[in-house]
């Protein structure tokens, strides 16, 4: 068990102590996590965009407006509690 935990723990350390430049490999984890924010931020921008097609494009604005109304009655008569019909 000790075996196995000092192997993981060299196999992790072993890459630095062989490369002679550790500003390269600093510089590499520097650059890719540029590129990682990069691509976080475009994914978030472009998915805001897609969303904004519905708003721009009136048929499925009008679409959305009937089905966002038609589910707030369907909320509405489902919590309104019902009348009795028989009022003897």
Partial sequence: MIFLFLHIS?????P???CKDGA?????IGI??????????TLKFNGLCRLSWIKND???FFLLKIFGVSIIIC???ALVPAEPLDKA
């Fill in 58 to 60: 009136p048929v499925y």
């Fill in 16 to 18: 630095r102590f062989l």
């Fill in 75 to 77: 909320i509405f008569a």
């Fill in 10 to 14: 060299f196999a992790i350390k072993v």
């Fill in 32 to 41: 890719r996590k540029k590129n990682t924010i990069k691509l976080r931020r």
């Fill in 24 to 28: 390269k490999i600093r510089r590499k």
